[in-house]
């Protein structure tokens, strides 16, 4: 699945980011965010020992988001190896930590390809899910992309972002 850079996004160092997901069981999930483009003038947090840590988004961080019946789960993971989770009780409201955690891979760059693997746990009643990514420029300049961008500025917690059926 390729996902779309925002409509207001900047033009970047970024040219593509296809994304794969699949299941792995019935607790866990697995998705891998592919990118091409000019890699050296992406902003990559410095890779550390890992674990829970908030604000992940204000640089480079890629971004699931798994829906149930009202509530909902945000995930962050970072390239630096840390990871968040959050759930919601309803759009942008009810945030908490979740229980739910994370297991990013090492960030693996080359000089027009960069890849990152996450494996995360599946909250439990949800059936739809959105994936997006969040790149920062060597500029500083921030793109938003996602499958879907269904209102006029970048929102990841949209409802009608979350376009994929969850098996």
């Given at each position: 699945m390729t996902l779309q850079p925002h409509p207001t996004s900047p033009l970047?160092?970024?040219e593509q980011i296809v994304a794969h997901f699949e299941r792995?069981?019935?607790?866990?999930?697995r998705a891998r965010f592919e990118l091409r483009g000019a890699i050296s003038q992406v902003v990559?947090?410095?890779s550390v020992l890992g674990g829970r840590a908030d604000d992940l988004w204000r640089t480079t961080c890629f971004e699931a988001?798994?829906?149930g019946d009202a509530a909902y789960w945000e995930f962050n993971f970072s390239p630096s190896q840390q990871w968040a989770s959050y759930s919601f009780d309803a759009y942008r409201s009810g945030q908490r930590q979740a229980a739910e955690v994370a297991s990013p891979a090492q960030l693996e760059l080359e000089e027009h390809y960069a890849e990152l693997e996450v494996?995360?746990?599946r909250p439990p009643g949800v059936s739809h899910l959105g994936l997006s990514a969040v790149i920062e420029s060597a500029d500083g300049a921030m793109?938003?992309?996602?499958l879907a961008h269904p209102s006029a500025k970048p929102d990841f917690h949209h409802p009608d972002s979350f376009v994929l059926d969850l098996p």
């Open positions: 970047g160092p970024v792995v069981n019935r607790f866990r999930l990559w947090p410095a988001f798994l829906a494996t995360f746990e793109s938003y992309w996602a």
